[in-house]
Nanobody, 114 residues
Framework: VQVVESGGGLVQPGGSTRLSCAIS????????VGWYRQVPGKERELVAL???????DYLPSVKDRFTISRDAAEATVYLQMNSLKPEDTAVYYC?????????WGQGTQVTVSS
């Protein structure tokens, strides 16, 4: 299974953008998927998670601003990012994993700046 991120780019503070994570195999479309982010010099952190049972979990600093969702028919997981702040600037990665597989995307840059 492979995952590929898209979206992101330059966004003004207070703006919105949506990231997409395309899953290569539709049979894996309902697997657990997480969005992570990383800035230089810091560890990668889990931002949002959707489990196989569609339980959602968020990093406290993005809760109420970010929303993770899944379109199983399209084998895509989204991260809607609203009210963006400069501190949200990072490379965002999609990860799909379970006991037998662990697939990371190549990352997509989100820069929040005026």
């Amino acid at each position: 299974v492979q995952v590929v991120e898209s979206g992101g780019g330059l966004v003004q503070p207070g703006g919105s953008t949506r990231l997409s994570c395309a899953i290569s195999e539709k049979r894996a479309a309902r697997y657990q998927v997480g969005w992570y982010r990383q800035v230089p010099g810091k560890e990668r952190e889990l931002v949002a998670l959707i489990t196989r049972g569609d339980r959602l979990d968020y990093l406290p600093s993005v809760k109420d601003r970010f929303t993770i969702s899944r379109d199983a028919a399209e084998a895509t997981v989204y991260l809607q990012m609203n009210s963006l702040k400069p501190e949200d600037t990072a490379v965002y990665y999609c990860r799909l994993w379970d006991d037998t597989r662990d697939a990371w995307g190549q990352g997509t840059q989100v820069t929040v700046s005026s």
